[in-house]
């Protein structure tokens, strides 16, 4: 999986360190907490919001960067977002992986070490958007 930001007004996407795949996988699996589904990422959002208290709501603001139909575009359209929360929740993640060794071994179970270095860079890339009042997505590839 590959994960980008897009910014308002500028054409190019922007690519994370490795693609961002662990990130994106991290985010698909926080969207399914609730349902009944196991997974260690799962766990790790799980605890994440429990233990310290990350909201949920910009981390699992993307879609599919490819739209096939107006269903696509309209979803994709809804996807935009005002980058400092986004930014702030990605440094809270980060930090929380990096201190709390429970959600380390979670990450580490979920095949997510990179999620810290991908998080913190993504909220690197939401400075200038942020600045410039300008709004992003997230948008990923299978």
Known sequence: M???LEVEGIPARLELPG?????VAFMSFAVSRGFGATHPLIALADR????????????TTFYEAEAEDAEDREKLELAWQDPAPLARD???????IESDGMCATLARR?????IP???RALAGLLAGPAADGQRVRLVYAL
């Open 2 to 4: 590959q994960l980008w």
């Open 19 to 23: 693609g961002g795949s662990a990130l």
């Open 48 to 59: 994440l919001h429990d233990e310290h208290r990350l909201r949920f709501g910009p981390l």
């Open 90 to 96: 990605l440094e809270k993640l980060a930090a929380a």
């Open 110 to 114: 979920g095949d997510g070490e990179s």
């Open 117 to 119: 270095l991908e998080a």
